[in-house]
């Protein structure tokens, strides 16, 4: 069983850096950042698997996800109001290739969420 708990969360003035942390247990496999924001379908913002790393465009050269044994972090800066939302940290069941790692219904465990709000 895999279990994934987030922490790192807050609120912050556009342009403000967070890095949020997720310490995982169990087997996991790709992992990932998702973020649903209101009204927002849920989408990946970052996923690292031992192929590399791929990013959203909204995020590239802001958002920074890294893996340090049980780990997973993701360094976010230059924060925008429009990052606002519920972040996941998620893992898949299976190794995934990396051409498909910013698809969400690759990830099956999920954590509790914490929440980012920027504001301008």
């Known amino acids: 069983q895999v279990q994934l708990v987030e922490s790192g969360g807050g609120s912050v003035q556009a342009g403000g850096s967070l890095r949020l942390s997720c310490a995982a247990s169990?087997?996991?496999?790709?992992m990932a950042w998702l973020r649903q924001a209101p009204g927002k379908e849920r989408e990946v913002v970052a996923a690292?698997?031992?192929?590399g790393t791929k990013y959203a465009d909204s995020v590239k050269g802001r958002f920074t996800i890294s893996q340090d044994k049980d780990t997973l972090y993701l360094q976010m800066n230059s924060l925008k109001p429009e990052d606002t939302a519920m972040y996941y940290c998620?893992?898949?069941?299976?190794?995934?290739?990396?051409?498909?790692?910013?698809?969400?219904?690759?990830?099956?465990?999920w954590g509790q969420g914490t929440q980012v709000t920027v504001s301008s």
């Open positions: 690292i698997n031992p192929g």
């Open positions: 169990g087997n996991t496999y790709s």
């Open positions: 998620a893992s898949s069941v299976a190794p995934t290739y990396t051409a498909r790692l910013l698809i969400p219904s690759e990830y099956r465990y």
